[in-house]
């Protein structure tokens, strides 16, 4: 049986890239750390690191048991965590990611509401963009992601409850208009990771968007747009975060984004997860 003392050492390990600096990081004396990898590669009959210079380096084998030691570890912390919660939820802990207009409106909101209903759960926050927030999810770094999709196509491992629609707006210097009245217009998208689901509701109404200039940030975005450098696209919970008084904003009736709240595993969610989803569910009737 694997040691799970053991499987954090080379967890650590491979996200330090040394034996010196996972040593640190977990409080270890780092003849420890040496310690606990040869008896991990004892027990498993495997060579997991292997000499590199000065230092060490994880085989194909201690990659591979490295990946699958972050989501055992993860989900020994999240069974702990419920564990804890389950003693009249007096403690435990939520971990989520959520995209950035979503940690700085609607999560607050349900966060402060936990905290006065329920003050000995610790709420752990990241920013994280939806595809990555899936794959921590699945890992077992999180027990919930705040997701965006613009179209109902979530994959089928995952649970997920639909909050509300997020409204897309034109933003330009002048209020009213399409996107195929800006056919011609220089436009302002994100990195092209981003960008995709403007150019397809681009290319539903006819045309191709000429992408002038690059940014993810809403306050470049819309500084560029001010400038009268081109038009954009915002979300309306980003407008809610940031609006500059000298752009118009028109909203688009054909785009919009569906925001869910998404969950990994069989049900029942743990008490303190189930608490915090309640919460956000609560708030969101604000947005719906």
């Not at 030691?69 to 069974?79: F, Q, W, Y």
């Not at 002038?212 to 400038?227: G, N, P, R």
């Not at 009736?253 to 595993?265: K, P, Q, S």
Request: aromatic letters at 4%; a negative charge.
């Amino acid at each position: 049986m694997l040691d799970l003392q053991r499987l954090r050492v080379l967890a650590a390990v491979a996200a330090h890239g040394s034996v010196t600096k996972a040593a640190k990081h977990l409080h270890y004396a780092q003849p420890s750390v040496s310690h606990h990898l040869a008896r991990l590669e004892s027990e498993t009959g495997a060579r997991l690191v292997q000499r590199a210079g000065r230092g060490i380096r994880l085989t194909p084998e201690g990659e591979m048991l490295a990946r699958r030691a972050v989501e055992i570890l993860g989900r020994v912390d999240a069974a702990e965590a419920e564990l804890e919660a389950m003693v009249g939820l007096k403690a435990g802990r939520v971990r989520l990611a959520g995209f950035e207009s979503a940690l700085s409106t609607l999560v607050p909101e349900a966060a402060a509401a936990m905290r006065r209903d329920h003050p000995g759960i610790r709420l752990e926050l990241a920013e994280a963009h939806p595809l990555v927030a899936l794959t921590m999810l699945r890992e077992g770094e999180i027990d919930l992601a705040v997701v965006f999709r613009y179209a109902d196509d979530l994959p089928e491992d995952v649970r997920a409850v639909h909050l509300f629609d997020d409204p897309m707006y034109l933003v330009g210097r002048e209020s009213g208009g399409t996107l195929l009245d800006h056919r011609d217009s220089a436009w302002i998208a994100g990195c092209r990771r981003c960008r995709q689901d403007l150019l397809d509701a681009c290319r539903a109404e006819g045309f191709a968007p000429e992408i002038a200039y690059t940014s993810d940030e809403i306050i470049v975005q819309q500084a560029l747009v001010a400038a009268g450098l081109g038009v954009t696209v915002n979300p309306g919970l980003a407008l809610r975060t940031h609006r500059r008084d000298d752009i118009a904003v028109t909203e688009l009736e054909r785009f919009r984004r569906r925001i869910h709240l998404v969950t990994y595993g069989e049900p029942p969610d743990p008490p303190a997860t189930a608490a915090f989803i309640d919460a956000i569910r609560a708030a969101a009737q604000r947005y719906a």
